[in-house]
């Protein structure tokens, strides 16, 4: 079992950052794909990013492809979400999420990953 922790988010103006970041516990992480996925009010969970379990390897949701970047700390057995050029559009719940297959494959599909976070609130204001 894995428990996940995200923290980071709040209310920011268009055009400001946030760092996400993603704590896991329970158990190492360090060899599991890793992913973000957000979801704002009304609509479904949709992907953000994800990366491999070696932090090697990552893939963007178009939307925030240039402007996020998700990295592992594995001395911290999580991973963060570095997000620039926020838009009002980026506002959402935004979840971690791990996929248990070990050295597993990245994937953008929610239905592949098997612990989520309780998600931290991110506003962009216009």
């Known amino acids: 079992q894995v428990q996940l922790v995200e923290s980071g988010g709040g209310l920011v103006q268009a055009g400001d950052s946030l760092r996400l970041s993603c704590t896991a516990s329970r158990r190492p992480v360090t060899n599991l794909p890793m992913a973000w996925f957000r979801q704002a009010p009304g609509k479904e969970r949709e992907f953000v990013a994800t990366i491999n379990w070696s932090g090697a390897s990552t893939d963007y949701a178009d939307s925030v492809k240039g402007r996020f970047t998700i990295s592992r700390d594995h001395a911290k057995n999580g991973m963060y979400l570095q997000m620039n050029s926020l838009k009002p559009e980026d506002t959402a719940v935004y979840f971690c999420?791990?996929?248990?297959?070990?050295?597993?494959?990245?994937?953008?599909?929610?239905?592949?990953?098997?612990?989520w976070g309780q998600g931290t609130q991110v506003t962009v204001s216009s």
């Open positions: 999420a791990v996929r248990a297959r070990l050295y597993g494959e990245m994937t953008t599909d929610r239905r592949q990953y098997d612990y």
